[in-house]
């Protein structure tokens, strides 16, 4: 079982729509978790962070981590076609003091 | 605001080649990274360095060398570039080890 697994997509949404990005893991040690966004051929910028359990919003993006689970996910509201991009998650923690990502999931709003 | 920043956007070198990829943060954060990054392999951790002259190998090392002689700037060496090597190349920098990761805006490295 690969540490982080995140559907690859492609996802296509309308412009308003509601998106929901996910990652399982199976490293019970993982408590920092972040989300990324990377625009085409450019470099991952950090979108969300949250620490163990729980929901953290900002603006239209709202992390969500449930740790009994070993599920994380990000949700978009009112998507925009800026949003477009590869969403990228990644954790860390215990003795994996490196950040494991995800593969990431290629998200297209259309207008 | 965070700022990596690398030497090169694009680059095109002939295999047998010496590359020296460049990557320099102002944050003074004590860990620098190099990832390469290929379609659905995703990010694959190549070296990192928790402090100057410091360094460890990280996922997939063979075929690449680091330097880091001074905290702001870490350098990734390709002693005999070959197209497999072919790739973007992406530098972090983080606080802590395990921390969130900054990065630049990465090198898109042709070998022909």
């Known amino acids: 079982q690969k540490e982080v697994e995140q559907d690859p997509g492609p996802l296509s949404v309308p412009e308003g729509a509601i998106v929901s990005l996910n990652c399982t893991y199976s490293?019970?040690?993982?408590?920092?978790f972040m989300w990324y966004r990377q625009y085409s051929r450019k470099g991952p910028e950090l979108l969300m962070y949250t620490y163990s359990s729980g929901n953290k919003e900002d603006g239209r993006f709202t992390a969500q981590v449930d740790k009994s689970s070993k599920y994380i996910s990000l949700f978009i509201r009112d998507s925009q076609p800026s949003d477009s991009a590869t969403y990228l998650c990644a954790m860390s923690g215990g003795s994996n003091y490196k950040l494991t990502f995800g593969k990431g999931t290629l998200l297209t709003v259309n207008p | 605001d965070v700022k990596v920043t690398q030497s090169s956007r694009y680059l095109v070198k002939r295999t047998g080649e010496k590359v020296f990829l460049e990557c320099v943060q102002d944050m003074d954060h004590e860990n620098m990274f190099w990832y390469r990054q290929d379609p659905g392999l995703g990010l694959r951790l190549i070296y990192f360095s928790y402090d100057v002259k410091m360094k460890e190998k990280g996922d997939i090392p063979e075929g690449y060398s680091v330097s880091r002689e001074k905290k702001e700037r870490f350098s990734l060496i390709l002693e005999s570039a070959s197209t497999n090597q072919t790739s973007m190349y992406l530098c972090?920098?983080?606080?802590?080890?395990?921390?969130?990761?900054?990065f630049g805006p990465g090198t898109r490295l042709t070998v022909l």
């Open positions: 972090a920098s983080s606080l802590f080890l395990g921390d969130t990761q900054y």
């Open positions: 490293n019970s040690a993982f408590q920092y």
